[in-house]
């Protein structure tokens, strides 16, 4: 756990490891050159279990979380974040996971926001989250278990190239050395606030995440013209011009050919399908809040014919049949 300038929270986060069901673990902790009273805090603990490592000097997040890559002595490392609560069974769930499955390199858990009800809709499976890796990072970074040994034997760190989007580098890298998984379940609720990097960095992070995503779609074989090229872009970033039908046209039509781009990939094809097509429904489904009748346009290029997910099918009906709302027609 990489600490800056946490003191506000950072006890619940701390108590929330040390309260965990399963109980065989090491707990690093960097304090990254706070200049708060972090380090009073952490010191409070006497907990044999914690490695306190203080620096004095900050070095920002990516050399904090590959310190701690490089200390880790157990055959798994899981993440946590300083203002985040796990809950307690997390460590025990994933644990018996990794156990039971061992070509599983990579595995988060389902989040909710703190004090909130709703939680993530992750992907759960290796094939879906091999798809959704082309669109952004899949995993609840605070989340994840990683296995020591991949790591150590392959020498993967954080990449520091990519501040900012160094969790969607490190997943993607991963991919290539075994298994993904999310488990189903919501293990840790996280705490939402204006200065999370992906606020502050957003701009750093859109550069970082492009560069990683081409790297990914290289690596699995995919020839883009320039064309589709600008298309997955507008996808994955979700930079739309809601008022241009001709722009979802064009993705709807990519969308249905990305199966059989990625048909010599070993994603299977139901998965990549169903991403495809929840992709597409995001993005429809973004318009239709955004005042514009999307159903036609949803349903001409719905991929592989999976408009047959029947809640789908009437939530769109649904949207476009409401009375106190005025559509533009596509």
């Not at 094939?127 to 040994?149: D, Q």
């Not at 502050?200 to 995503?213: C, G, K, N, P, Y």
């Not at 009748?293 to 476009?320: C, E, P, Q």
Request: aromatic share 12%; glycine share 4%.
């Amino acid at each position: 756990m990489p600490v800056y300038n946490g003191a506000h929270h950072l006890s619940e986060a701390i108590e929330s490891i040390l309260s965990q069901s399963f109980t065989q673990f090491e707990f690093i902790i960097i304090n990254d050159g706070s200049t708060d009273h972090s380090a009073s805090i952490i010191n409070m603990f006497t907990d044999a279990r914690i490695r306190f490592i203080d620096s004095e000097k900050n070095e920002g997040l990516v050399s904090s979380l590959n310190k701690g890559l490089k200390l880790a002595t157990g055959a798994y490392i899981a993440r946590m974040d300083q203002d985040d609560k796990a809950l307690p069974l997390r460590l025990q769930r994933q644990y018996e996971y990794m156990q039971s499955h061992r070509d599983c390199v990579l595995l988060g858990t389902q989040v909710q926001v703190m004090y909130g009800t709703k939680k993530s809709k992750l992907y759960c499976t290796d094939g879906e989250l091999r798809t959704s890796l082309l669109f952004g990072t899949s995993f609840a970074h605070p989340t994840v278990m990683m296995k020591a040994s991949v790591l150590k034997d392959q020498n993967i760190v954080y990449d520091e190239r990519f501040k900012h989007a160094e969790d969607y580098g490190m997943w993607t890298t991963l991919a290539a050395y075994g298994k993904l998984a999310n488990l189903p379940d919501v293990f840790l609720e996280y705490r939402k606030h204006e200065q999370q990097y992906t606020k502050v960095f957003s701009e750093q992070m859109l550069h970082a995440t492009r560069f990683i995503r081409n790297n990914y779609i290289n690596s699995l074989g995919i020839a883009f013209n320039e064309n589709d090229n600008d298309t997955f872009n507008t996808i994955a970033e979700k930079q739309l011009n809601m008022t241009d039908v001709s722009v979802f046209e064009r993705i709807g039509s990519f969308l249905n050919q990305l199966p059989k781009l990625l048909q010599s990939s070993i994603i299977p094809q139901k998965a990549i399908q169903k991403v495809a097509y929840t992709q597409w429904k995001q993005l429809c489904g973004e318009r239709q809040k955004n005042g514009y009748n999307s159903y036609m346009v949803f349903a001409r290029h719905s991929v592989y014919g999976l408009l047959k997910d029947t809640k789908t099918h009437l939530w769109f009906w649904k949207a476009i049949l409401h009375p106190k709302r005025k559509m533009q027609q596509a």
